[in-house]
């Protein structure tokens, strides 16, 4: 029975460990603690978890746990998660994985040092929906790719302190949101990628409210990140590749299980479809579950989220961005 820990009780945190974990019999939620008084006691009573503290540390602390689910803003990502480790406990980090490329190699080295996993959440990487545009483009029946792009859009207001908001947390478009089309480019490619150019709008909160960049990798195939948390933005993902034989379109492919469609055109022929499965986040528990009894690697690990964040910095730098909070500048 692998026995998990959450730190904080974030809105994503249902869905995304609470109720996967639900639906196994080797998998049990056993503690979380938030920092607001009574979220963390309200939050374990609503889902039937044994035990609530007001300290991170005490969750990492307790030993009956194995994997702590960090759900934490990002400046808190490298803090706790390296606690974790340090304290025996393997590690699922949301995304963004740090604060910055640094950042993220500090903690994958703690992990190694420490012989336990330290893992990014990004669910969708999981989903059968991802695991067909990788074989797809594996067998050659796409022809060599020339292009990618990726769009993140979600409507994300600066209401109720909300972290995203905040550029010492670690908010802003791009992270938040963004690090997602990143992140299906370069596990595409295999790659990591230049920065061509980029362009950014600020809010009057101090991050980026939205994000333009373009990119090129070292096969000559090119990218563009579009993502945006503006007010007027309705949420939307979409990641479409273009290649010698013709186009794929996934739309939703970051919740698949909430409706989406695989647009895709090969040699002229034209097929619409989708592909069932469960939830993404069904596929990255019962991945990581595997992985750790069977020590087996995971795609969200080791040096891809170092890549992942290295990107994101040279983003914010292409687009000259100082962010609070990073110890590098990037100007």
Request: hydrophobic share 40%; proline share 6%.
């Amino acid at each position: 029975m692998l026995k998990i820990g959450i730190l904080g009780a974030a809105r994503v945190a249902p869905m995304a460990i609470v109720e996967p974990a639900a639906r196994r019999e080797d998998v049990e939620i056993v503690a979380i603690a938030a920092a607001r008084p009574g979220k963390a006691e309200a939050f374990a009573r609503a889902h039937n978890i044994p035990r609530f503290y007001r300290s991170y540390e005490d969750v990492i602390e307790d030993s009956e746990v194995d994997l702590i689910y960090n759900a934490l803003p990002p400046h808190s990502h490298a803090r706790f998660s390296i606690l974790a480790l340090e304290a025996g406990k393997h590690v699922l980090c949301e995304k963004p994985f740090a604060m910055s490329g640094p950042e993220a190699r500090t903690m994958v080295a703690a992990g190694r040092r420490c012989g336990r996993r330290i893992i990014e959440a990004f669910h969708d990487r999981y989903h059968p929906i991802f695991l067909y545009l990788v074989e797809l483009v594996g067998s050659g029946r796409l022809g060599r790719i020339s292009s990618l792009k990726g769009v993140f859009n979600h409507s994300i207001g600066p209401d109720g302190g909300e972290f995203r908001h905040i550029p010492e947390f670690g908010g802003g478009a791009l992270m938040d949101l963004g690090c997602y089309p990143v992140h299906w480019c370069r596990s595409l490619l295999n790659e990591e990628p230049s920065i061509v150019a980029a362009r950014c709008k600020m809010s009057d909160t101090g991050v980026d409210e939205e994000m333009n960049a373009w990119l090129r990798f070292p096969s000559g195939v090119t990218a563009e990140i579009e993502t945006r948390m503006s007010p007027s933005w309705d949420m939307h993902a979409r990641f479409e590749v273009a290649a010698e034989h013709g186009t794929v379109i996934l739309i939703n492919s970051l919740l698949p299980h909430r409706g989406h469609s695989v647009l895709e055109t090969i040699n002229g022929k034209f097929r619409e479809f989708t592909i069932a499965g469960s939830t993404t986040f069904d596929y990255q528990l019962d991945a990581i579950v595997t992985a750790i009894r069977s020590g087996s690697p995971v795609p969200t690990e080791g040096t891809d989220p170092i890549g992942n964040m290295d990107t994101i910095d040279a983003i914010y730098q292409a687009a000259g961005v100082m962010r609070d909070g990073v110890e590098q500048l990037i100007s």
